[in-house]
């Protein structure tokens, strides 16, 4: 019989390297939900973070290095989440992607989440590396979009319109409700315009069956 030892030891170590990882974006997660990101540093990652404290310093110098990290890591979750909702019917996956965006259940955590995110997003022009994170997220809802889009038109769901401009329409109709809304902490606002661009959506996209 074959040993296995060191493989079983190799895939126990990757799968205890998998759960730190996690542990450490969850407290990322969490630092810049009860902080912002202005007040966000490593000691306050820290505070949340259920494991030894010197592991996290061990992993990461500063803060710039970890929130790089937590961008790929959120990369990374949505480009496997998409892949997995591939076979659903585009309409409502189109819809889905949309509420994931502006939730109607958008709670206190969710939105000082989002809060921090978008000033992170402000620091974009003046750091390369956070340009870089976020103009990736941007591209990996924009490429979801728009293949969302095309086999909408493919298979005769929607009407015929150019992927790649509506794609970008509505990823940037999107993001300025969630950003307005969340600026002003105002969830009804959030919802009232999620209202009538899913109504839109209808009203323009879906073909005459």
Known sequence: MADTSD?????????????????IMEAVYLALSKHGYPETTMSRIAAEFE????????????KEE????????????LETSFAEESDDDPYDQ????????????????????RQAFFEIRSQAPHNQSYYDQIKRTDEIFIAELTQILERGVESGRFVAVDPDRQAEYIFSTVYGIMERGVTLEDRTLIEQNRTVLVEQLERTLLADE
């Open 94 to 113: 189109l819809i889905a992607l949309v509420n994931r965006v502006l939730p109607t259940d958008l709670d206190d955590e969710a939105l000082q989440f």
């Open 7 to 23: 493989t079983d030891h190799t895939a126990t170590i990757a799968e205890e390297r998998d759960k730190t990882t996690e542990a």
């Open 66 to 77: 970890i929130l790089n990290d937590f961008f790929a890591f959120v990369c990374a979750e």
């Open 51 to 62: 494991k030894s404290k010197s592991l996290l310093y061990y992993h990461y110098d500063g």
